[in-house]
T-cell receptor, first 114, second 111 residues
Framework: KAGVTQTPRYLIKTRGQQVTLSCSPI?????VSWYQQTPGQGLQFLFE???????NKGNFPGRFSGRQFSNSRSEMNVSTLELGDSALYLC?????????????FGQGTRLTVV | TQLLKQSPQFLSIQEGENLTVYCNSS?????LQWYRQEPGEGPVLLVT?????EVKKLKRLTFQFGDARKDSSLHITAAQTGDTGLYLC???????????FGKGTSLLVTP
């Protein structure tokens, strides 16, 4: 079965712009989590959605937002981009989103803010 | 606060050598997962350890979960260049639904 698909793979944006990233989970998976990965901080949790509801949110400013659609696809949005937002954004899907269930990651979207 | 601390941060070895990387915490985890991430890709789950003292083998990789369920190790025997990557450990949260990740061990295996 198809894996987790993230689009686009690469993005270059200018400071102050906004960006929307997309994630299509594995069929049947209802939980989608988003992570930001940087060399200095590692993988940091952004938010998790289950059946269109945000169940958990990490410690990121309000410029970072997300949503999940009825087909479990998810989008995250970053407004007023800053240079420090440059990172690899990863999406992971799982069946229930419980911490001890297997999470499947997409290839990520590499965002560069200039 | 990084609940899971991984060491070493970087490791460069030659093909054929053995190595061990560690994942430590002051907190008890009900389970721990190990992922490998190759450059430009997302992490891929290698194994989940659940029982204290558990040892799991995946070909040349041996994973161990500490008796107190606060630490884990990954041992690679006769490393190959294909083992190069970032090794991440992760554990379930005390509350909520987000996995806690360590910062990872970056492994480079040279011919």
């Amino acid at each position: 079965k198809a894996g987790v698909t993230q689009t686009p793979r690469y993005l270059i944006k200018t400071r102050g712009q906004q960006v929307t990233l997309s994630c299509s989970p594995i069929s049947g998976h209802r939980s989608v989590s988003w992570y930001q990965q940087t060399p200095g901080q590692g993988l940091q949790f952004l938010f998790e959605y289950f059946s269109e509801t945000q169940r958990n949110k990490g410690n990121f400013p309000g410029r970072f937002s997300g949503r999940q659609f009825s087909n479990s696809r998810s989008e995250m949005n970053v407004s007023t981009l800053e240079l420090g937002d440059s990172a690899l954004y990863l999406c992971a899907s799982s069946q229930l989103g419980q911490g001890d269930t297997e999470a499947f990651f997409g290839q990520g979207t590499r965002l560069t803010v200039v | 606060t990084q609940l899971l601390k991984q060491s070493p941060q970087f490791l460069s070895i030659q093909e054929g050598e053995n190595l061990t990387v560690y994942c430590n915490s002051s907190s008890v985890f009900s389970s721990l997962q190990w992922y490998r991430q190759e450059p430009g890709e997302g992490p891929v789950l290698l194994v989940t350890v659940v029982t204290g003292g558990e040892v799991k083998k995946l070909k040349r990789l041996t994973f161990q979960f500490g008796d107190a369920r606060k630490d884990s190790s990954l041992h690679i025997t006769a490393a190959q260049t294909g083992d190069t990557g970032l090794y991440l450990c992760a554990g379930p949260p005390n509350s909520g639904y987000a996995l806690n990740f360590g910062k990872g061990t970056s492994l480079l295996v040279t011919p």
